[in-house]
């Protein structure tokens, strides 16, 4: 299962961006995707998860001001980040988990895409 996250890029404070991840493998079946983001020296941090049935979750620091959705026809996932700022700036990488065939039955995957980079100018 490969993720692909693009859609980052340079904005100014109080701006908006809408980055979007797309999984894609065979008859795969994607449960939980989420976005991460890393900053430079600093440790990995959710930025918010959204389950198939489309129930959401947040990390405190973007609540209220980014949303994460998700078209499960075409395994898409967008997040639409507004009021962004400084502190906002780092690496976002999408994580995806579900079931994919193997053989006659089915595995468990989880896979994590290379990151799109977001840099919010102040």
């Known amino acids: 299962v490969q993720l692909q996250a693009s859609g980052g890029g340079l904005v100014q404070s109080g701006g908006s961006l809408r980055p979007s991840c797309a999984a894609s493998?065979?008859?795969?079946?994607?449960?939980?995707m989420a976005w991460y983001r890393q900053a430079s020296g600093k440790q990995r941090e959710l930025v918010g998860s959204i389950t198939s049935g489309g129930s959401t979750n947040y990390g405190d620091s973007v609540k209220g001001r980014f949303t994460i959705s998700r078209d499960n026809a075409k395994n898409m996932m967008y997040l639409q980040m507004n009021s962004l700022k400084p502190e906002d700036t780092a690496v976002y990488l999408c994580?995806?988990?579900?079931?994919?065939?193997?053989?006659?039955?089915?595995?468990?995957?989880?896979?994590w895409g290379q990151g799109t980079q977001l840099t919010v100018s102040s």
């Open positions: 493998g065979d008859r795969i079946s994607v449960e939980v």
């Open positions: 994580y995806a988990d579900g079931r994919e065939p193997r053989f006659w039955n089915t595995r468990r995957f989880t896979s």
